[in-house]
């Protein structure tokens, strides 16, 4: 079965940078959502988005920005990166009407050196 | 503020042992208690509970909910070593404007062979 994709899987960047990190949710899933999951942590929700719409709002730093296109996919915009942004930010898709039932992505690993 | 607690933070067990990894939760606005298995990449979706006192199974595992207690447990019976893992409970709020999961800090599984 389709999983979720997230590209790049990982990614060195140097503090300041900025980043763009992608996500293709499971066809016929329209909710997208990102977390941050730090080393030795718990994922964070950050933000979701449902129909091209954000749809809730976690714990996203302003430096962050992202948005949801017209094939239901999604990318995650950081800039000014500091060397804390460095995590695992994964990416869940879900049906709006099941949106508890969330399935993650293979994440993306962002090293900030 | 939303809180998702598991215990043990980690545990050491042999192959064929039966292990109970428990999750409580303190949420407002709660849905739904899910059970991720994470080895080294994306949280892998193993069950989701709205209702307490039905048990959900799917092989070796087990689980169920307890919305009086507030709380949930995962079981695995002949474990293999192939269950070890970062086990990932989380809740589903519902609060407007932010309705994501709240995680855990995961148990921590090693099944010795």
């Known amino acids: 079965a389709a999983g979720v994709i997230q590209s790049p899987r990982h990614l060195i960047k140097e503090k300041r940078e900025t980043a763009t990190l992608k996500c293709y949710p499971i066809?016929?899933?329209?909710?997208v959502y990102w977390y941050q999951q730090g080393p030795g942590q718990d994922p964070q929700f950050l933000i979701s988005?449902?129909?091209?719409?954000?749809?809730d709002k976690g714990s996203i730093p302003d430096r962050f920005s992202a948005q949801q296109f017209s094939d239901y996919h999604s990318e995650l915009n950081m800039s000014s990166l500091e060397l804390g942004d460095s995590a695992l930010y994964f990416c869940?898709?879900?049906?709006?009407?099941?949106?508890?039932?969330?399935?993650f992505g293979p994440g993306t690993r962002l090293t900030v050196t | 503020e939303d809180k998702v607690v598991q215990s043990p933070l980690s545990l050491v067990v042999h192959e064929g042992d039966t292990v109970t990894l428990n999750c409580s939760y303190e949420?407002?606005?709660?849905?739904?208690l899910l059970w991720y298995k994470q080895e080294k990449k994306a949280p892998t979706f193993l069950f989701m509970l709205?209702?307490?006192?039905i048990e959900k199974k799917s092989g070796r595992l087990s689980s169920i909910l307890d919305k009086k207690e507030l709380f949930s447990i995962l079981n695995i019976t002949a474990t293999q070593t192939g269950d070890s893992a970062i086990y990932l409970c989380?809740?589903?709020?519902?609060?407007?404007?932010?309705?994501?999961?709240?995680f855990g800090s995961g148990t921590r599984l090693q099944v010795q062979p």
């Open positions: 869940a898709s879900s049906l709006r009407t099941l949106r508890d039932e969330q399935y």
């Open positions: 066809p016929r899933h329209d909710t």
């Open positions: 988005f449902y129909e091209k719409m954000q749809s």
């Open positions: 949420v407002t606005n709660f849905r739904s």
């Open positions: 709205t209702s307490s006192g």
């Open positions: 989380a809740a589903f709020v519902l609060d407007t404007g932010r309705r994501a999961l709240t």
